[in-house]
Nanobody, 126 residues
Framework: QLQLVESGGGLVQPGGSLRLSCTAS????????IGWFRQAPGKEREGVSC????????NFLDFVKGRFSISRDNAKNTVYLQMNSLKPDDTALYYC???????????????????WGQGTQVTVSS
């Protein structure tokens, strides 16, 4: 079974930056689309960003466009979410997720993804 581990979360001031990492074990990520999702207390889990297996396409939640970027290094079995200009409303538990798809457009739909990491907490507060 594919195992995903997130890291890089923490406490940051508004306007600060964090880089989250999602690393797979046991399997290569070469053939997996990867999504980043987040969930704040009392709210539904929402898609933040996703990247296709070959890195040829990506999508972003409107609220984070221009502030977040996504990239992958398949040689390291790792996908990154760079978060800049962080806002308090970005505070959430962030998850990475994977689905075995080809190099196509990726959806920001949590029901699409089969494998999930344990989550890493991001808190934006002064």
């Amino acid at each position: 079974q594919l195992q995903l581990v997130e890291s890089g979360g923490g406490l940051v001031q508004p306007g600060g930056s964090l880089r989250l990492s999602c690393t797979a074990s046991e399997f290569t990520l070469d053939y997996y689309d990867i999504g980043w999702f987040r969930q704040a207390p009392g709210k539904e889990r929402e898609g933040v960003s996703c990247i296709t297996a070959r890195g040829s396409n990506s999508n972003f939640l409107d609220f984070v466009k221009g502030r977040f970027s996504i990239s992958r290094d398949n040689a390291k079995n790792t996908v990154y979410l760079q978060m800049n200009s962080l806002k308090p409303d970005d505070t959430a538990l962030y998850y990475c997720a994977a689905v075995h798809l080809g190099d196509t457009t990726c959806p920001l739909d949590r029901m699409t993804y089969t494998y999930w990491g344990q989550g890493t907490q991001v808190t934006v507060s002064s």
